[in-house]
């Protein structure tokens, strides 16, 4: 088992959940919860999170090969995702965290989709299952995933003691940092989906 891969690819998640950053959003929909109540809701959101990634886990390689989408177009796709999800982290805009909702009960949406588990999410589990070729590298994927959403969760299930504890400045800085780690690993993922699409053409190599 290739810890090394399983503690990158968790590492990247973690990176593009982005607890610090989606933590005030998060708070701020809580609000319309009642105070007893909110501390469930939440619990109940952060494991539909869990269910939603290890579901585009085992069926993204299925999505994929239907799509007809190759391994180096959603790396390339992937990265460029990242890339601007990055750019959001490094250079943030306000954004208000008092959503207009028809309902006053919380319900996998907004807060599980698209506020956590949002398109970067899932492109790179979908990445990640579409390199998973046989029942060990589908376990490390498993384990990548739970490795992420562990402190993942534990960060937002905890968040209004972390905002309390960080502040507004201390969160914004600590969101910027994740977010200029994960431009380094977009422009990455961008260069491997090159390389593979230039080693996958016709003729490549026979020169």
């Not at 982005?18 to 619990?43: F, N, T």
């Not at 998973?132 to 384990?143: A, F, I, P």
């Not at 502040?167 to 390389?195: D, F, P």
């Amino acid at each position: 088992m290739d810890w090394d891969h399983i503690i990158a690819a968790a590492g990247t998640l973690f990176l593009v959940l982005d607890p610090p950053g989606v933590s005030p959003l998060v708070q701020g929909l809580l609000q319309q919860i009642p105070p007893e109540r909110r501390r469930k809701v939440l619990l109940r959101e952060l494991c539909f999170v869990l269910v939603l990634l290890l579901f585009f886990f085992f069926l993204g390689k299925s999505i994929l090969g239907w799509m007809g989408i190759t391994a180096s177009s959603l790396n390339i796709s992937g990265g460029i995702m990242l890339f601007l999800i990055a750019v959001g982290m490094v250079f943030p805009t306000r954004r208000s965290p008092h959503l207009n909702l028809s309902s006053s009960e919380l319900f996998i949406v907004p807060v599980s989709v698209p506020l956590i588990v949002g398109p970067a999410a899932i492109s790179l589990v979908m990445m990640q299952a579409a390199l998973s070729t046989d029942l060990l590298s589908r376990l490390e994927g498993v384990l990548s995933i739970l490795l992420a959403w562990g402190p993942a969760a534990l960060l937002l299930y905890f968040s209004d003691c972390l905002l309390n504890l960080l502040g507004e400045k201390g969160t914004t800085a600590l969101t910027r940092l994740m977010g200029t780690i994960l431009v380094l690993l977009a422009v990455q993922m961008v260069l491997n989906g090159v390389t593979e699409y230039i080693v996958s053409l016709p003729g490549f190599g026979t020169r």
